[in-house]
């Protein structure tokens, strides 16, 4: 698991930051997304407390881990050559729920004895 994520930070390391003409076209973003997201973490942290912040981070974790499915399936549909809008939703709509509902089902309450931390 460990070097699946590691291969995927350098991934998109060398696809945005190491990459000149991604750095040139979005610069700006890659410049003030890290100290704003830093900022607004600190933010939520003085204001709602820690344990507000670890859950919403934990939440944005879990929307992030939902994507990365959605972008391979993506990736494969475009190199085969499908494009059609409805399938593009279906497919994204289809992976958020799979993704999404374990943490609903663990609101309902079906999993009394699971905590994040």
């Not at 003085?46 to 929307?63: K, N, P, V």
């Not at 972008?71 to 475009?78: D, E, F, T, V």
Request: aromatic share 18%.
């Amino acid at each position: 698991e460990t070097l699946v994520d590691i291969a995927h930070v350098y991934g998109t390391l060398f696809r945005t930051i190491l990459d000149s003409e991604s750095l040139a076209r979005n610069w700006k973003l890659y410049l003030f997304a890290g100290p704003g997201l830093l900022g607004i973490s600190l933010a939520v942290n003085l204001i709602g407390g820690s344990s507000l912040a670890w859950s919403l981070l934990a939440y944005y974790a879990m929307f992030h881990f939902a994507k990365q499915p959605f972008g391979l399936l993506c990736l494969y549909k475009a190199r085969c050559r499908e494009r059609g809008a409805m399938d593009y939703k279906w497919d994204y709509w289809t992976c958020m729920a799979g993704a999404g509902m374990p943490i609903l089902l663990w609101h309902a309450g079906a999993f009394s004895g699971f905590s994040w931390f």
